[in-house]
């Protein structure tokens, strides 16, 4: 499990997007409209289906609170250490995929596009117990 939640959350800190709703006619999910600077702004775990989900973004160290997350239209990501500084910054970038309703980061994590506006995505991963999942929410910045 806690490999799970380590490599959930490493790849949490990396995916946004947008697709079309009545609002925002012109926001199509595509790598167009996945362009742009991201913030993650709620990050949820569950264990399994009996267990309560838990708010993980609220006890996060509050240097990866701040933090944006590129996404090129190129199919690349940058994740910037902004703001307030982890110890030792921590930047880096990696490639994404789009393919339906998924999004792979760097060939090897892949979260479903719960829900999505053009402001803001929901994105999940499920875990190898049921009901095991992260959700992570992206606003555009």
Not at 64 to 81: A, L, P
Not at 86 to 107: E, K, M, N, Q, R
Not at 125 to 131: A, C, Q, R
């Amino acid at each position: 499990m806690k490999i799970f939640i380590y490599s959930a959350f490493l790849l949490s800190l990396t995916f946004v997007g947008c697709k079309e709703d009545s609002a925002s006619p012109g926001c199509v999910l595509s790598a167009s409209t996945l362009e742009g600077a991201w913030k993650i702004t709620d990050l949820r775990y569950r264990e399994n289906a009996q267990a309560n989900e838990v708010d993980i973004f609220a006890s996060s160290t509050p240097c990866k609170k701040d933090d944006i997350y590129v996404f090129n239209v190129n199919h690349t990501y940058e994740y910037n250490d902004l703001g307030l500084l982890c110890s030792p910054p921590d930047s880096y970038v990696g490639h994404w995929a789009l393919s339906g309703s998924v999004i792979t980061f760097d060939s090897t994590n892949s979260y479903t596009i719960s829900a999505s506006s053009c402001n803001s995505l929901k994105v999940i991963k499920t875990g190898s117990t049921i009901g095991e999942y992260l959700l992570v929410t992206f606003t555009k910045q």
